[in-house]
């Protein structure tokens, strides 16, 4: 069984243009989570997903940023017009029901020059 | 809001037990998590603990919660250079979607 999947695992990008990071969850994993963690911080929260569903996005910010879970594939966050404060390493997580453990991706680690 | 606070730094010798410490301030945290994240990589679940329970231990590890204190430790006994990474405490507040609030992390060298 595949653990949480994340590609890229590094990504740049030039200020203003669009970053796509990918998360395919554990197998039988419905419930994603993403969350950002700055450089020599600590992970915050960005959107809980299931299926098709924005569950909770109190912790994106509300402009460039959006989030998807399709039917069928994997879950992506997009950041639009990227700026240099987007800078971060992107987690990914997943779990098989709201109450269970969440299970982190390897990260994807976005720069903007 | 939630907050957990852990310190920045920690340094031990190998063979010697480590101890992270960890506060937070949501009294409804169900679960406490203690996740490890070696350079460059993701976060790998080390352990955890239910707020009903005063302590866990897995093999090395030994988790103590302090309820009342609002106090969460992560014991290493014979800590390796193997453990050298950061450590991260988390929590799952009163929150319908289980999300996770971390500390900031500590970050553990184990010096030869």
């Known amino acids: 069984n595949a653990g949480v999947m994340q590609n890229p695992r590094h990504l740049v990008r030039r200020r203003g243009q669009e970053a796509r990071l990918r998360c395919s969850p554990m197998?039988?994993?419905?419930?994603v989570y993403w969350y950002r963690q700055l450089p020599e911080e600590g992970l915050k929260f960005m959107v809980y997903l299931q299926k098709e569903n924005i569950i909770d996005e109190s912790g994106m910010p509300k402009e460039r940023f959006s989030a998807e879970f399709p039917k069928e594939g994997p879950s992506i966050l997009r950041i639009q017009q990227v700026v240099r404060g987007d800078s971060a390493a992107y987690f990914c997580?997943?779990?098989?029901?709201?109450?269970?453990?969440?299970?982190f991706g390897a990260g994807t680690r976005l720069s903007v020059l | 809001g939630e907050d957990v606070e852990q310190s920045l730094f920690l340094s031990v010798r190998e063979g010697d037990s480590s101890v992270i410490n960890c506060t937070y301030t949501?009294?409804?945290?169900?679960?406490l998590y203690w996740y490890k994240q070696e350079p460059g990589a993701g976060l790998q679940l080390l352990t955890y603990i239910f707020s009903n329970m005063d302590m866990k231990q897995d093999q090395r590890l030994t988790v103590l919660l302090n309820k009342k204190d609002k106090h969460l430790s992560l014991r290493i006994a014979d800590t390796q250079t193997g453990d050298s990474a950061i450590y991260f405490c988390?929590?799952?507040?009163?929150?319908?979607?289980?999300?996770?609030?971390f500390g900031g992390g500590t970050r553990l060298m184990v010096k030869p």
């Open positions: 988390a929590e799952t507040g009163d929150n319908a979607g289980n999300m996770l609030t």
């Open positions: 997580a997943s779990s098989p029901g709201i109450a269970n453990i969440q299970y």
């Open positions: 197998k039988g994993h419905s419930h």
């Open positions: 949501d009294s409804s945290s169900t679960y």
